[in-house]
């Protein structure tokens, strides 16, 4: 999997996570979310959303990554761990990122973008109270190439879940 000289990025890490939702969405594996786990300047995991590929509903783009993250280090504590990711984490993954010990999360698309493309996110968020007490928790990067992809993944044939 090479770069994709049509979705390039300002942050080298969230590069990884556009390349990984960009192989996830042409393989047909789930939505165009990507994601990757880096601790002291390397990467520890990295994975896209897998739901359609493995009839899971939980194995979205940032729990791939974690899962991975958590193997290649033999550990469940991720602190001193950062995750970037295409879209806002849904209440699941940024439970889990929680959970990890993640200490900051990057993302490109918001939960508004991600319902824009189909998604329930902003349901759930709804839901579970919303995310006003996690300032500084959560920071937007490289939006309009992540929109780019989420352009890409709305004109294609796909399943919707």
């Not at 996830?24 to 990757?36: L, Q």
């Not at 010990?101 to 493309?117: P, S």
């Not at 329930?120 to 300032?135: I, Q």
Request: charged share 25%.
């Amino acid at each position: 999997m090479g770069i994709n000289r049509d979705f390039i990025t300002n942050n080298r890490f969230m590069q990884i996570a556009v390349d990984e939702a960009l192989d996830g969405i042409e393989r047909g594996d789930g939505g165009p979310f990507g994601a990757v786990v880096v601790k002291a300047g390397e990467v520890v995991g990295r994975g896209h959303n897998m739901v359609l590929a493995d009839n899971d509903s939980t194995a979205h783009g940032e729990i791939v990554a974690i899962r991975n993250a958590e193997r290649a280090l033999g550990t469940y504590d991720l602190s001193g761990c950062e995750i970037y990711t295409t879209g806002e984490p849904c209440p699941m993954c940024l439970a889990a990122c929680l959970w990890a010990n993640i200490g900051h999360v990057y993302y490109g698309c918001t939960i508004a973008d991600n319902g824009g493309i189909g998604f329930r996110d902003e349901e759930m968020t709804a839901l579970t109270g919303g995310r006003e007490k996690l300032t500084g928790y959560l920071e937007q990067i490289d939006r309009d190439t992540c929109l780019r992809i989420f352009e890409k993944y709305r004109a294609m044939t796909k399943t919707l879940y």
